[in-house]
Nanobody, 125 residues
């Protein structure tokens, strides 16, 4: 089993920044991909950004140039640096892990095996 614990959410004004962290623990195999998803009020969950074991990254169009995903494999941790936040970024952000994944990109069609409990990000205008 794998446990994912997110932190770093909160309330921020538009234009501000937040950094989310997600620590994975448990039985973690070295080949995996990790991603950040979000679900806004009345919306479906969507992929925000993903990163492969080889550090290839993918982003949804609405966050390109503002968000950066990174990972520290030694610490089993993935980060999401969010800059220039907008009210429409308000959502619960979830960390996810896809095990046994050696692909070169992280797409929205991937189905993660494990999810974190989520952390709330609220951006005020």
């Amino acid at each position: 089993q794998v446990q994912l614990v997110e932190s770093g959410g909160g309330l921020v004004q538009a234009g501000g920044s937040l950094r989310l962290s997600c620590v994975a623990s448990g039985t973690i195999f070295s080949i995996n991909a990790m991603g950040w998803y979000r679900q806004g009020p009345g919306k479906q969950r969507e992929l925000v950004a993903g990163i492969t074991r080889g550090y290839n990254t993918d982003y949804t169009d609405s966050v390109k140039g503002r968000f950066t995903i990174s990972r520290d494999n030694a610490r089993n941790t993935v980060y999401l640096q969010m800059n220039s936040l907008k009210p429409e970024d308000t959502a619960v952000y979830y960390c996810a892990l896809k095990k046994y994944y050696s692909g070169s990109s992280y797409s929205g069609s991937l189905s993660p095996d494990y999810w974190g409990q989520g952390t709330q990000v609220t951006v005020s205008s």
